[in-house]
């Protein structure tokens, strides 16, 4: 509703056998006091070349600003939280950009995995520049593939909600809508040992329900204002190219690692972060 194109992804992929099993749904809620006991690891890596280190919120100094700037924080072996907040207030509408301050920071966002064929390709990318992104995983494929959830987390890079099944939200009880996100919450927690501090509906698609349910799972809405399209395969120099076009303060580009043939969305990454990084950008997780 509040992004002018959709994450349409989910045309391509296809439902499991027995994502309507009602599980047990425990909000991430009561996870969030456990959520602030963990602590960050050591960091994977040191900052690269001018990238500017930000310690996150109670962290020890630095001088770069909101945005957990070139900062990898693995979550390996169960220790450190995805964002560790508080009580989050009901949004009107999911948050399109990060915080204005007028720098050259900017969210990578994949959406739809983990998927075995295609997010091991961005992270090795992602690795070798040194550049954090955010992952809004679908919980069905955090089921199939935990190991790999681990392994995107284990380099530090954000693991957020978008959902059990990828339905649309706006077309759900308030019920379903808590079992979507919920479920997926519980899982993240019991595999990462925090639950997400952020949540995307498919297709951006959130309604006031949603909305006021992503906020009892203490969870904040996340959208996007560079939409890649790479679910429309219109190739990997396309893609790129509107990455490159679009780069602004405060962006946050959509792009996918699940739900379909991924290999444009994978080379176009290889062909625009580094270009990114060369052009002063800062890549950057949402805080
Ligand atoms: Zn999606």
Not at 116 to 141: K, M, Q, S, Y
Request: contains cysteine; aromatic residues 6%; charged residues 20%.
């Amino acid at each position: 509703m509040t992004n002018g194109s959709s994450d349409k992804s989910s045309g391509g992929w296809s439902r499991l056998p027995g994502r309507r099993s009602l599980l047990g749904v425990v909000g991430c809620v009561g996870l969030l006091g456990l959520n602030r006991l963990l602590v960050d690891g050591p960091d994977r890596f040191p900052p690269g070349p001018g990238g500017g280190v930000n310690p996150a919120a109670g962290g020890t100094g630095g001088s770069a600003p909101a945005g957990d700037v070139n900062r990898m924080r693995p979550f390996a072996g169960g220790a450190g939280p995805q964002t560790p907040r508080g009580a989050v207030p009901v949004r009107e509408a999911a948050r399109l950009t990060l915080p204005a301050d007028g720098t050259r920071r900017i969210a990578l966002t994949f959406d739809d995995g983990p998927h075995p064929d295609w997010t091991p390709g961005i992270l090795e990318i992602l690795r070798r520049h040194r550049a954090p992104a955010t992952f809004f995983v679908i919980g069905e494929n955090v089921r199939a593939h935990p190991d790999l959830l681990r392994a995107v987390a284990a380099d530090g890079h954000l693991i957020a909600n978008h959902s059990w099944s990828h339905p649309r939200l706006d077309h759900l009880s308030r019920t379903r809508v808590r079992e979507e996100l919920g479920r997926t919450c519980d899982l993240l927690a019991e595999t990462l040992g925090g639950p997400p501090g952020w949540a995307r509906a498919p297709y951006g698609a959130w309604h006031r329900p949603s909305l006021e349910v992503c906020a009892e799972l203490g969870m904040e809405p996340l959208g996007w204002s560079i939409d890649t399209e790479d679910w429309t395969r219109p190739g990997s120099s396309a893609i790129s190219g509107t990455v490159l076009d679009g780069a602004h303060p405060g962006g946050i580009v959509l792009a996918h690692d699940g739900g379909g043939d991924r290999s444009q969305s994978v080379a176009a990454l290889d062909h625009y972060l580094p270009r990114l990084v060369d052009r002063g950008w800062t890549m950057v997780r949402p805080v």
